[in-house]
């Protein structure tokens, strides 16, 4: 209907309002008096509710609901969430909109409706022929690109906690079972790990070059089964996500996907693109929310590891105790930073490497606990106490710079002219900024 305007709405109509509690309920009209109606709600109660903020209610409609709201007598807010609440309590989380799938996060593991068997069911068959799944919608686009002789994408979008990282990674299994059934790597000789390890040599992305080698580490090359694509799903978990109100393992950035065939349809690459990184959340953190996960996993590190970064508790470190969450329920984080090693061992990072991500990982968390006071002279910021002079000398080694040059890039701002080069001295809020600044800097940096 015409927003606004009610839709043959009158004294016997099943119709929705409003509700503070529900959002919306049923009822049905008892009264009509000028542009206001009285409504019986199937909770029993009598409210009053003007005209034009009803909506009609569909009493045809099936019990279960439907496959495709298209088929709604009414597509509006209540109809939409009433029919995907119906689905829902049947574990029917996906539902279309035309050539729209919209799914609902069941947070439980349904892992029935992702097996080979179901991949299977969905390759080749037409749109609308099977119930709606995330399969259809990648069997939808493989073989329109397929046919077309075109590239297509697929928009993956959802508040946080609504599943899209998981949607995601069930696309990219289904595309490389669609792409990989006829195993290159199996016809050529060569395994997974080969193809992992030649990727990473053609590539210069940083970190996010895993979630590339996450879509060949998919495709299997025995018995045309595909694996469980969990190789480099600890490393991208651990510098991407971070636990949010909703949401314990949210992905904090935006990330393009590109996933490359031939023209048989075989994986032939990948490629990768992150869009706005959360660098905010490296120096500032609401409880009860967390930082990135790799912080609190190199704080459960084994105690050589710790000595050699000189860590410890994370609650000594600033960047980390600004919330009193340091824990995930269900979540070892020692066993997650060895799991973690073990997934770069797999890709092909080396022990040096390695030791650099980490080594620039300890030493943000050092470089937050960098503390600045005025000078005794000047306004001029300078280093708090002793234990800011040893984060500042563990920071510099962790990174291999001057700990002198690294105080007064902290501490000065320098301005570079045509004629000169200009260094004005900070305040202790400056200074704060400053490294706060750095800290996110670096940060992106190892993440890109």
């Not at 708090?384 to 500042?392: G, Q, T, Y």
Request: hydrophobic share 40%; charged share 25%; with cysteine.
């Amino acid at each position: 209907m015409i927003q606004g305007i009610p839709e043959n709405i009158v004294v016997g109509s099943h119709v929705w309002v409003g509700d503070p509690e529900l959002v919306w309920i049923d009822g049905l009209v008892l009264n009509i008096n000028g542009e206001e109606a009285e409504i019986q709600t199937s909770n029993e109660k009598k409210v009053v509710s003007r005209l034009s903020k009803l909506h009609p209610k569909d009493v045809d409609a099936p019990t279960d609901g439907v496959d495709d709201m298209t088929k709604l007598a009414y597509l509006h807010e209540p109809g939409v969430l009433h029919n995907l609440e119906t689905r829902y309590m049947i574990n029917e989380i996906y539902t279309y909109t035309g050539n729209i799938l919209i799914a609902i996060n069941p947070f439980q593991s349904l892992s029935h409706l992702y097996d080979a068997n179901v991949m299977q069911s969905y390759k080749g068959a037409a749109s609308g022929n099977l119930t709606p799944h995330v399969f259809a919608i990648a069997e939808a686009a493989y073989r329109a690109m397929m046919t077309e002789e075109k590239s297509n994408s697929i928009l993956v979008s959802g508040e946080s906690g609504a599943g899209k990282t998981e949607t995601t990674k069930m696309l990219m299994r289904y595309l490389a079972y669609l792409g990989g059934h006829t195993a290159v790597a199996a016809t050529e000789g060569r395994t997974v790990e080969q193809q992992v390890l030649e990727v990473r040599k053609l590539s210069k992305s940083g970190l996010w070059l895993l979630f590339c080698l996450h879509v060949l580490a998919l495709v299997q090359s025995k018995n045309n089964v595909v694996m469980s694509g969990n190789i480099s799903n600890p490393v991208l978990e651990a510098f991407g996500n971070a636990k949010t109100v909703r949401n314990d393992n949210s992905s904090r950035f935006g990330k393009f996907v590109e996933i490359q065939f031939d023209d048989l349809g075989r994986i032939s690459g990948a490629a990768i693109r992150t869009y706005l990184l959360e660098k905010s959340r490296v120096c500032q953190v609401s409880d009860p929310e967390r930082n990135y996960h790799c912080f609190y996993l190199l704080c459960a590190s084994p105690p050589e590891e710790k000595e050699k970064f000189k860590l410890g508790d994370p609650r000594s470190f600033h960047y980390l105790n600004q919330s009193n969450c340091y824990e995930l329920v269900g979540v070892n984080a020692a066993q997650e930073y060895l799991s973690t090693k073990r997934a770069m061992d797999i890709v092909g990072i080396s022990q040096e490497e390695q030791d650099a991500i980490f080594r620039v990982i300890a030493a943000i968390l050092h470089l937050g606990n960098i503390k600045f006071a005025k000078s005794e002279e000047t306004d001029s910021a300078v280093l708090e106490d002793e234990e800011s002079k040893f984060h500042l000398q563990t920071t510099a080694e962790l990174l291999m710079c001057d700990p002198n040059v690294l105080e007064a890039a902290l501490c000065e701002r320098v301005m570079i002219t045509p004629d000169d080069i200009i260094k004005r001295s900070l305040d202790p809020l400056g200074a704060t900024v400053s490294r706060d600044g750095l800290a996110k800097t670096i940060y992106s940096r190892l993440f890109d």
